[in-house]
């Protein structure tokens, strides 16, 4: 349970009492050569440099076999292929799919009761335009033309009880996309989520009286199926191929004279994969939230293969073990992930049941290179560093100038965040601010003349800024206790403002004491004259109380657990002043809530400059 929150006076009277005892400040004290230290070593990161899987094959398949699969992709009907002297099978499905993958119970009642609930925003089911051309915002074209809706519906009630509610849906959204056609409905993503959601979740459409409406039903099920073969390598993003291809799969396990198509899509599906995925098991658009769909994707194509008591190829299996590993590093100390390229703060629950799901016991990665997100765990803290360039442009999704920036949570309170949610813009979070969310602003980093350290484009992509990120990590031995130093640089502002931004970030293992040191080095030759309006940003966590002190060096933050950390600048730090303004941070559900950040704020002179500062717990 939750201690007491803090009063006001609480808070400055314990400012009062803790300026004197913190810790000296950066740059005089017994540690201060922390911060001074060289690296001995370094790697140098650049995007999309050695991202493919060079080793990830197809099944190995018999010469009979790869000639069927060959016939199968120049179309020859799979009928033909498998029974070619019979009649073709009639339409049916072949088994019933346990998914070990619950959907959200509030979302399914809502459904029931005559609504669609994506992130906190209800729409009557009467009211909705199911056309493919309808002007829907993305969390609702995943809902409604991808399905998605089906899988919290089955974790409402008993299957008796959500079949009316599925068959009534199903049938308004047949009604208006009775063909495979153009718009929203027929993205190669949102077709291959509604098909695999079909084939997974079909009791709910299938088991009703309406006969004709389960033989529509089907009948759409293999439509879909025909047509995402011949689409499937049309998909705009490796992420929407890899759905088309999962779907495409378990329609060759489910449906009648699937064989063909099961060998087909393996192949596609594997090859797909080795193209979205790096070498150590993140996704190229280094988003937690598209990793988790990857994820998910492949936890219900191997329930589709339990269904016909087949075993899914070894390499499937191999990519679930690699993707959990990188999804669990940037777990923070309340068991959720945090707000990274585009995704909210999705919760405990959510992340603890999909790695259930998945069946993979494993340990978060620490040192994930390609992935680009260090983490730092020390006593009950962890901290979580972006220290890669962001993704290329072909693989951005909901890309972020995050470059640098850094979370910290301590004892389930995440107390450092990032505001996060641009990918779930459009339910309470407006559309209107899906840039700003992905801007360098929203991110708690240092930023210059309040331009991003990359371009952030329209359409999730992102423009020119961050090439390569230098990155060090070590541990010290401070004598009274460890440390782990890690040390980042980006040349996203060289080219504008010539000047390279170096943050090192220092945590004790006891999690009690974060130092960092945020510096601008001249990357040119000739170095610039005059001077560059800086910010260093920290978006401080929900529930946190500030107290700023009166020189505007420090501030108390106050925790809603009765905890109480002191924020510190060093020495002079450029005349720079430490404020207080208003943020925002998004949660997994897509909501918005009001929170506060703190600002080091000054001039830098074109020369360079250094910015130290320290975050450690009082109580």
């Not at 006891?510 to 005059?530: A, F, M, Y």
């Amino acid at each position: 349970m939750m201690s007491e929150a803090l009063t006001r006076g609480e808070i400055e009277a314990r400012r009062i009492a803790t300026e004197e005892a913190i810790a000296l400040p950066l740059g005089e004290g017994h540690e201060s050569h922390l911060l001074e230290a060289a690296p001995q070593t370094s790697n140098l990161l650049e995007p999309g440099r050695a991202l493919a899987l060079a080793d990830f094959a197809p099944p190995s398949l018999g010469a009979g076999e790869r000639l069927i699969r060959l016939a199968y992709r120049l179309g020859v009907p799979g009928s033909t292929l498998t029974s070619p002297f019979a009649k073709p099978a009639k339409p049916r499905l072949l088994g019933t799919v346990a998914s070990p993958l619950a959907g959200e119970r509030a979302a399914g009642v809502a459904l029931r009761a005559g609504h669609f609930l994506v992130h906190g925003v209800k729409a009557p089911i009467a009211q909705m335009d199911f056309s493919p051309v309808a002007r829907l915002t993305p969390p609702f074209e995943r809902v409604v033309h991808g399905f998605a809706w089906l899988r919290d519906l089955a974790a409402s009630a008993p299957r008796e009880q959500c079949v009316p509610t599925a068959e009534r849906v199903f049938g308004l959204w047949l009604a208006e996309n009775a063909a495979p056609g153009k718009g929203a409905a027929w993205h190669i993503e949102h077709a291959g989520q509604r098909l695999l959601a079909w084939l997974v979740h079909a009791p709910l459409i299938l088991s009703g009286n309406d006969a004709r409406l389960r033989s529509k039903a089907l009948k759409a099920f293999a439509e879909t199926a025909r047509w995402l073969d011949k689409s499937v390598t049309r998909a705009p993003d490796r992420l929407g191929e890899v759905t088309g291809w999962c779907a495409i799969v378990a329609a060759g396990l489910l449906l009648p004279e699937g064989k063909p198509r099961r060998l087909y899509g393996e192949a596609g599906l594997v090859r797909a994969l080795g193209e979205l995925v790096s070498e150590d098991g993140g996704v190229l658009s280094r988003s937690p939230l598209a990793q988790m769909d990857v994820i998910g994707l492949l936890v219900d194509l191997a329930a589709c293969y339990r269904a016909v008591d087949r075993d899914p190829p070894e390499a499937l299996q191999a990519m679930l073990a690699l993707m959990v590993p990188p999804l669990l590093s940037l777990v923070h100390s309340d068991g959720g992930l945090g707000n990274w390229q585009g995704s909210g703060a999705i919760s405990a629950a959510r992340v603890a049941a999909m790695i259930d799901a998945s069946g993979v016991r494993t340990r978060p990665l620490k040192d994930v290179r390609q992935w680009g997100y260090q983490r730092v765990s020390g006593g009950k803290s962890v901290l979580i560093f972006d220290a890669a360039p962001p993704p290329l442009a072909r693989h951005a999704r909901w890309g972020c100038a995050s470059t640098l920036a850094f979370e910290f949570s301590a004892d389930g309170q995440r107390i450092v965040v990032n505001c996060g949610g641009a990918a779930l813009a459009g339910g309470q979070v407006p559309v209107r601010i899906e840039q700003g969310l992905r801007a360098s602003a929203a991110h708690s980093t240092l930023v210059l003349d309040n331009a991003n350290s990359t371009a952030v484009l329209l359409g999730g992509k992102l423009g020119s800024g961050v090439n390569e990120v230098e990155i060090d990590r070590r541990a010290l031995d401070l004598g009274n206790g460890g440390a782990t130093r890690i040390e980042g640089s980006h040349d996203g502002y060289a080219t504008r403002y010539n000047l390279t931004h170096r943050r090192i970030l220092i945590m004790r293992d006891n999690g009690t004491e974060l130092r960092g040191e945020d510096l601008l080095i001249p990357s040119g030759r000739k170095g610039k004259r005059g001077k560059v309006g800086y910010a260093i940003r920290f978006h401080i966590g929900p529930g946190i109380e500030i107290g700023l002190s009166e020189d505007r060096k420090g501030a108390g933050l106050a925790l809603p657990d009765g905890s109480y950390w002191q924020f510190r600048m060093a020495g002079d730090a450029n005349a720079a002043a430490l404020a207080v303004e208003e943020s925002m941070w998004v949660d997994g559900q897509g909501r918005p809530h009001p929170i506060q950040q703190l600002v080091i704020e000054g001039m830098a002179p074109r020369s360079g400059g250094t910015f130290s500062w320290l975050l450690k717990k009082m109580g």
